[in-house]
């Protein structure tokens, strides 16, 4: 089953959010699958987000991401990565349609409190850097009444 990242960001640690967030995937349908709050250093920042090594807002991103605990997650579900995009909303909050994540709850950028993988293969690799523990594998007993076989 398809697996994604999702990590709340310190701005929606900060805020009290990590509930709300959880609450929506949960009643959505996903398995949760592994969580942790964590405070990730610069290095382990820097790595998550490689791709945009080369942006002005780099920096600024790096700095905001390390400034505080991060909640990480593993969500499981049929089409969770492009789902689990939908529900966090575009990256730009004023872009982001009211009833996801960041259409309701940021207005800056910058501080858009959460992050979610883009592609199944960076969600591979984005739970691999962050869980090099691994998941915690469960049957769950409502799998019956979300899918159909
Ligand atoms: P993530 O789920 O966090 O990866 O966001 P995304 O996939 O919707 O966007 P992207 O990967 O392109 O950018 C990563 C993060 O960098 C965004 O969520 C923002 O927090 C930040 N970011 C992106 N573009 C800008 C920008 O133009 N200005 C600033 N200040 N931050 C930006
Ligand atoms: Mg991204």
Not at 16 to 23: A, D, P, R, T, Y
Not at 53 to 60: M, S
Not at 81 to 84: C, E, I, L, S
């Given at each position: 089953m398809?697996?994604t990242?999702?990590?709340?960001k310190p701005?929606g640690v900060?805020?009290?959010?990590?509930?709300?967030?959880?609450?929506?995937?949960?009643q959505k349908?996903?398995?949760?699958?592994?969580?942790?709050?964590t405070?990730?250093?610069?290095?382990?920042?820097?790595?998550?987000y490689?791709?945009l090594?080369?942006?002005?807002?780099?920096?600024?991103l790096?700095?905001?991401?390390?400034?505080g605990p991060?909640?990480c997650?593993?969500w499981?579900?049929?089409?969770v990565?492009?789902?689990?995009r939908?529900?966090?909303?575009?990256?730009m909050?004023?872009?982001?349609?009211p009833g996801?994540?960041?259409?309701d709850?940021?207005?800056?950028?910058g501080?858009?409190?959460?992050?979610?993988?883009?592609a199944?293969?960076?969600?591979?690799k984005e739970?691999?850097l962050?869980f090099?523990?691994g998941?915690?594998?469960?049957?769950?007993?409502?799998?019956?009444?979300?899918?159909?076989?």
């Open positions: 398809e697996r990242y999702i990590m709340i701005d900060q805020r009290g959010l990590i509930g709300e967030i959880i609450k929506r995937f949960e349908g996903f398995k949760l699958v592994a969580m942790k709050l405070s990730p250093g610069k290095a382990h920042m820097e790595e998550h490689a791709d090594a080369g942006k002005k807002f780099f920096p600024g790096i700095s905001y991401m390390t400034s991060v909640c997650m593993v499981e579900g049929a089409g990565v492009a789902t689990g939908k529900m966090l909303g575009a990256t909050p004023s872009e982001s349609a996801t994540i960041r259409g709850y940021c207005i800056e950028v501080r858009n409190i959460c992050h979610g993988s883009d199944v293969d960076s969600a591979n739970i691999a962050w090099p523990e998941i915690s594998e469960w049957n769950s007993c409502q799998s019956s009444w979300i899918y159909e076989g």
